[in-house]
């Protein structure tokens, strides 16, 4: 049955043992099988995204209140955005402020992160004595990165004061040594900077370093075998053959260090804090501002780097 | 006489030099001394960045191993003054923890094939299966990556309770086996980077030796992006090991039958008294440990380094999953 439908790659009614049946073209049966492929993914979609979707967007245009047993809902326009943008503050803080300071913030260290993980998936990738150790190690943020555990972990300000006085909290003032250096101050304040950084981009760089691990490790080996025969050094390899290859997927932690980056962010916290306090609309306006902002920060991008043609496969076509 | 030691020494000085300024010989010392720098920094390095992430931990371990009444003893730095395993025997018991454990462990598992099932699906048919309008449905998955989750669970939470699945376990089973649990998106985003950057000839000479579409999928292809399969299981099963969010949405973890682990956790955050005294350590302990907020942030911490630690000592066995591509046969590259 299967091997003379799928041989069958013209469409053309054939009759074998004197019955006729159908014949379904190798194209045609890819299109049956996507659709079979897809359905759980469609139906999801339909009934737990787009629904939801379209509800908060018109929730967004609306100002609701809640009474007892139902909501009240007014038609107030664009009046949620207006508030979120213009209006909207916290004891510390407001969405504008926290909107703009992700948004640069992300983009700082995007590329910082991206080089970096990539970097490290590739060390990680040699083959030394306790490689398995060290994978681990890298492993931990992706662990802690995670709500309940940082809440447990946020507990433990009174331990961190404690070690400050008696301090080792920090191993060695690295300021200090720097101004002793005779550095310029703004030279100074940037290391310092980046430094102080390094845990942070450790904590956000874990997904990302698997990420290129898996992919790095899909690269086919005969390409590297061939180089080596050729008398490539592993310089060269990592240019013409890791880079390349792995280039594609650098679009998807692209993607997933942006989406990361916001959904850590105070932005995300606002919002969240907002819909507790049952301001549904003006959440609802929020979440809406910070979906469109990753849609033009990721289109920017998409732009960029089809101008540089990263993330084509070469394999495609 | 003298004359021969002369010529004897010059002409071993020579052949000295000789050899060592041989080109092979040099070459051969050349690699040596940059493989030997690679690797030194390559340590240096590794160490170091492992020390920054191991700092915090080390301590917090360290802090866990103290007897309850050296908390606050200032002479006490790095290492306990007393040994004693008292800190994680109470975190077990607020956390009910053998009991939270199985059921976290049971529903990430759950979770983790049903993720991998519904993404590995679509990500297939949107590298592979390509038809009208694949490109239009593919920008959608990349609007549920985008999508904050806070912004859709309210309408959730509605759909459900019209399901009545409200409470129940299952509410997080849909959601992951319909290809829309935590970030599912981004899962088939990654299999379609895998699968496309497959050579198409591996479909191809599938499809001339008579494989059906799904057989193709099953045989040739999945195989091929194991590597994907292995990031996006362990993905998907430690963000449902510390999801607490959809957990809570959901009121999965509100009845006692069902304890899981980040909810115990938060609540042990939250009010560690009140999770001590009802789990009954209280009577493990003298009293006078209780006026110490230290000690009670103290459990906290530790609660969350038992909730870390099955993952990790998992992950050391996963890991292994991380090896080089199959041989891709049947192409000559």
Redesign the interface.
């Known amino acids: 049955m ?2 003379s ?3 069958d790659m013209i469409l053309k009614p054939s009759k074998k043992d004197g019955k006729k049946r159908f014949e379904i073209s ?1 194209k045609n ?3 049956i ?2 659709a079979i ?2 359905a ?6 339909l ?3 787009l ?3 379209i ?2 967007l018109i ?1 967004s245009f609306y100002d609701l209140v809640p009474q007892a047993g139902s909501i009240q809902q007014t038609f107030i326009g664009f009046q949620n955005y207006a508030n979120a943008i213009n209006e909207h503050v916290t004891s510390t803080s407001s969405f504008r402020v926290e909107l703009i300071n992700t948004t640069v913030d992300s983009l700082i260290n995007l590329p910082v992160l991206l080089i970096f993980s990539l970097f ?1 998936a590739v ?1 990680l990738n ?1 083959k ?1 004595r306790g490689r ?1 150790a ?16 940082a ?9 961190s004061q ?2 400050e ?2 301090g ?1 909290d920090r191993i060695f003032d690295l300021e200090f040594y720097l101004i002793q250096t005779g550095l310029t101050p703004a030279i100074v304040s940037f290391i310092v900077g980046l430094i102080s950084r ?2 942070d981009i ?1 904590a956000l760089a874990g ?1 990302p370093i ?2 290129f ?3 790095i ?7 590297y075998e ?1 180089a080596k025969i050729e008398g490539a050094t592993s310089y060269e390899m990592f240019w013409l053959i890791t880079l390349p ?1 792995v280039s ?2 650098i ?2 932690v692209t ?2 260090a942006l ?1 990361d980056t ?2 850590t962010s105070s932005v ?1 916290t606002i ?2 804090d907002e ?1 507790r306090l049952q301001h ?1 609309g003006l ?2 306006a929020m ?2 501002i ?2 469109g902002t ?2 033009v920060m ?1 289109g920017s991008l998409a732009v960029l780097a089809k101008g540089l043609k990263i993330g084509g ?1 070469h ?2 076509n | 006489m003298k004359t021969n030691i002369y010529d004897h020494v010059k002409a071993s000085i020579h052949g000295y030099v000789d050899k060592v300024t041989e080109p092979r010989a040099m070459y051969k010392r050349q690699k040596k001394a940059k493989a030997f720098f690679g ?1 030194l920094f ?2 240096v ?2 160490i170091g ?2 020390f ?3 700092f915090p ?1 080390i ?2 371990v360290l ?1 866990a191993l103290r007897a309850p009444g050296d908390v ?1 003893n ?1 002479a006490v ?2 290492i306990p003054e007393n040994w004693s395993i008292m800190n994680i025997k109470l975190s077990m018991l607020a956390l009910d923890y053998w009991h939270a454990l199985m059921n976290t462990f049971k529903m990430s598992f759950i979770v983790m094939i049903l993720q991998l ?3 590995a ?2 990500g ?3 590298s592979r ?3 009208k309008g ?1 490109n239009i ?1 593919f920008i ?1 998955v ?7 989750p ?7 939470y509605l ?1 459900f309770r019209e399901l009545s699945l409200v409470g129940k376990e299952s509410s997080i089973y ?2 992951s ?4 649990g935590i970030r599912s998106g ?1 899962f ?3 299999f379609r ?2 699968f ?5 000839e591996l479909e191809e000479s599938a ?1 001339i030796d ?6 193709t ?1 099953w045989n040739v292809m999945l195989p ?2 194991r ?2 399969m ?2 996006v299981g ?2 998907a099963f ?1 963000w449902q090991w ?4 959809f957990v809570k949405i959901f009121e999965v973890a509100s009845s006692s039958e069902f304890p899981l ?3 115990k ?2 609540n ?3 009010n ?1 008294y009140a999770q001590l005294f009802y789990s009954g350590a209280l009577s493990l302990i003298g009293q006078n440990v209780w006026d110490n ?2 000690f ?3 459990i ?2 530790v ?2 380094l038992l ?2 630690l099955p ?2 000592i998992m ?2 066995f996963v ?2 999953g ?4 199959i ?2 046969t049947g192409i000559v ?1």
């Open positions: 299967m091997e439908n799928t041989k190798y049966q890819k299109r099988w996507a492929f897809l759980p993914w469609v139906i999801g979609f009934l737990l995204f629904v939801p979707l509800r908060s929730y490290i060390l040699m030394f398995a060290v994978r681990a190690i890298f492993f931990i943020p992706v662990i802690l990165n995670s709500a309940a555990v809440t447990a972990l946020g507990g433990g300000d009174a331990i404690i070690l006085q008696s080792i390094i845990y450790l997904v698997l990420l691990l898996a992919s490790q899909s690269v086919p080996k005969h390409l061939a290859n594609p997927h679009v998807t993607v997933y989406v916001f959904l995300s919002i969240s819909l549904w959440s609802s979440a809406w910070y979906v990753i849609l990721l496969s394999y495609e | 690797s390559r340590y390095f590794l960045l492992c920054v992430i191991l931990t301590q917090q802090m606050n200032p730095v790095w099932a519904s993404t699906l679509a297939y048919a949107f299966l390509r038809f694949s449905l959608f990349i609007l549920t990556i985008v999508i904050p806070q912004a859709l669970s309210l309408a959730q759909y849909v959601m086996g319909l290809g829309m981004i088939i985003y990654i980077q895998f496309r950057g497959l050579p198409k499809m008579g494989a059906s579409v799904f057989r999928f091929n992006a590597g994907a292995v990031t362990l993905f430690v510390n999801d607490a969010y682990l980040t909810m956790l938060i042990v955050a939250e560690v907020p230290l009670l942030a103290l906290s911490n609660s969350a909730i870390m993952l990790l992950y050391l890991q292994r991380f090896v080089e591509s041989e891709r590259g």
